[in-house]
């Protein structure tokens, strides 16, 4: 049965959490700073702009609030060295109903066996991306839960550290002391820098919990990047983290559409049903895999498909 946690967001920061890309981008115009921000983040997110051509995406009206889903990728390139096309190393799809007043965000394995849409054959999930760009990983991610998957937001590894530094780096209650990359991550609350971040975000070998380990501390620095953004320290940095998306970040959402969600569909993220997809391990020509089960991904493809009539 997928791992589930029904959470109530509070008013102001919290209540964007689950569409932290789109609201590290909005915030500043939201909370009306000035018109010199709001014509700045008109620019950021233009430079951002990047459309996906597929054959099956649907025509979202969000000015009559229809819902709809968006897939979330962190990418594996853009820092260390690596320029290539990288791999969706994280995963998250998110549903939107404004009628309802709720959202949906699921989080999915990166080692997740599927059909790859595109290529005749199964692979890991995160493999999508690498082997056809955006379009293929909303493509494998809509058949893999059986919804659309009307629109994307991607961000590298070095969008993520210079995130991290724009804010003053965050900080994160660590409940697994380890090494890694030379850097040491005590028992308790530390506090990161960019670089540590990405330490902290990348560790999984080492995890009891393996992927799923990693992905809760992914969860805690989204947080952290997320409550410090939205802090009064934050917004006086706004340029700063503008600076950070614009050459790391990717979505084929407008300005409009994001102004629009912010606006219009708040209510829907005051109520997130958060769900984390589990996998069983196993071994083929020598390659580890997790295989979801049936019944668990019914369940949560049911849910999905619920958000978005």
Known sequence: MARRSHKKTSRGKKVFRALLIVVLILVLAIVGVAVKVYLDVSGSVGNTYENVDRDNSRNIDFSDEDPFSILLLGIDSGDLGRE?????????????NPQENKSTLVSIPRDTYVDIVGEDKQDKINHAYAF????????????????????????????????????????VNNDLEFTFDDYNYEFGKIHLNGDQALGYLRMRHDDPEGDYGRQGRQRAV????VDKALSLSGATQYRSI??????????DLSFSNMRTIALDYRNAFSNIDQLQLQGEGFMQD????????????????????????
Do not use: W
């Open 84 to 96: 290539e096309q990288g791999r969706s190393d994280t995963l998250m799809v998110a549903t939107v």
């Open 132 to 171: 056809g760009g955006t379009s293929m990983a909303m493509d494998t991610a809509s058949e893999f839960l059986d919804i659309p998957i009307d629109h994307y937001v991607s961000i590298n590894m070095k969008g993520i550290k210079e995130l991290v530094d724009a804010v003053g780096g965050v900080d």
């Open 222 to 225: 989204v947080e952290a990047v």
């Open 242 to 251: 503008l600076d950070a998306l614009e050459g790391n970040m990717k979505t």
């Open 286 to 309: 020598g390659v580890s895999y997790q295989r979801v089960d049936e019944n668990e991904l019914q369940e949560v493809q049911e849910a999905l498909q619920d958000q978005l009539q």
